[in-house]
């Protein structure tokens, strides 16, 4: 069974910043995934970063503002988002991804995951 836990959320202001990290089990991923999900809103993928080289990819509504990274020894994967907006509120999650064709253009698409942690909420707000 693997394993996801992510940490790091809260409540923060307008332009304010938050960390958020998520720590997968088990070894052998291709990739690290962040999603979030708003209240009536679908799960967005907003970033993806390989484990073994660092190649990162970012949703056009945080590019700019978030950066991914990861620690591949400890099987975990870092999200540093400053310059909060309120439309950043949402729970956020991590998924483990097994690599598959053409992943750099298809890796925002949740149905692709089997694997999720509990999430974290992120509550911007004034």
């Known amino acids: 069974q693997v394993q996801l836990v992510e940490s790091g959320g809260g409540l923060v202001q307008p332009g304010g910043s938050l960390r958020l990290s998520c720590e997968v089990s088990?070894?052998?991923?291709?990739?690290t995934v962040w999603f979030r999900q708003a209240p009536g809103k679908e799960r967005e993928g907003i970033s993806a970063?390989?484990?073994?080289?660092?190649?990162?990819y970012y949703a056009d509504s945080v590019k700019g503002r978030f950066t991914i990274s990861r620690d591949s020894a400890k099987n975990t994967a870092y999200l540093q988002m400053n310059s909060l907006k309120p439309e950043d509120t949402a729970v956020y999650y991590c998924?483990?991804?097994?690599?598959?064709?053409?992943?750099?253009?298809?890796?925002?698409?949740?149905?692709?995951?089997?694997?999720w942690g509990q999430g974290t909420q992120v509550t911007v707000s004034s």
């Open positions: 998924a483990a991804a097994i690599p598959w064709l053409a992943f750099e253009n298809s890796w925002y698409q949740s149905e692709e995951y089997d694997d």
């Open positions: 088990g070894m052998g991923y291709y990739a």
């Open positions: 970063i390989r484990m073994g080289d660092g190649t990162a």
